[in-house]
């Protein structure tokens, strides 16, 4: 299977009757990045539900982090990627704060798995994501995403300040880049993957 290139995804191809469609979650905290993810690697225009931030939020969403942040997702973002001839991905970025969070059973409802974005500027962000999925045995990735001015960290640092098992992928990636998205999803399914040797898929292969 050869995949495709993201950077022709405006192409807008057909969808064949001979892909397989998986659902993909993409988590993580507040201004972790989901939206931006989403949007970078869909090959449609994604479907999003951002509203503007108001003083209402003052208190409760803490964007000295992502000061120029001035929006945020409060139901889902959506969007869609072809891997390869075999494989269709469709993507749901989930929303990062805690009053949203009774959306996330049925944002997960059928899906293969979850890239969990994280900001090292603030991991304690993530924690909320992570515990969803493994309490529910729901396979994911953790994505580093990067930010400008974060303090560079081995993976065995951020292994420990997450707690995170050795059987959980880490990879490092920038959310406004395609193709660093694009790395990041055929992680999660190729991790999905091998723990469900009965999908139908046999592996997702990068380009």
């Not at 996330?104 to 603030?122: K, T, Y």
Request: aromatic share 8%.
């Amino acid at each position: 299977m050869d995949s495709v290139d993201v950077d022709t995804r405006q192409r807008r191809r057909p969808i064949s009757r001979g892909l397989i469609p998986l659902k993909v979650l993409v988590a993580g905290g507040f201004g972790a990045g989901k939206t931006t993810f989403v949007g970078a690697v869909s090959e449609i225009p994604p479907l999003t539900t951002e509203e503007q931030l108001t003083s209402r939020s003052v208190g409760i969403d803490d964007t000295a982090a992502v000061p120029d942040k001035s929006t945020t997702t409060v139901a889902m973002d959506f969007g869609r990627i072809t891997v390869d001839a075999q494989l269709i991905l469709y993507l749901f970025g989930t929303p990062g704060q805690s009053r949203f969070w009774f959306m996330w059973d049925e944002l997960a409802r059928g899906a293969v798995g979850a890239v969990v974005l994280v900001d090292l500027r603030r991991v304690d962000d993530c924690f909320p994501a992570i515990d969803y999925f493994e309490d529910r045995g729901l396979p994911f990735v953790v994505a580093a995403n990067a930010f400008p001015g974060t303090e560079a960290f081995g993976d065995r640092a951020v292994r420990d300040a997450l707690a995170l098992g050795e059987g959980c992928p880490l990879v490092r990636m920038d959310a406004r880049d395609p193709r660093s998205c694009m790395d990041a999803l055929v992680a999660l399914v190729e991790h999905a993957l091998a723990r469900s040797p009965g999908t139908p898929v046999k592996h997702a292969r990068r380009e």
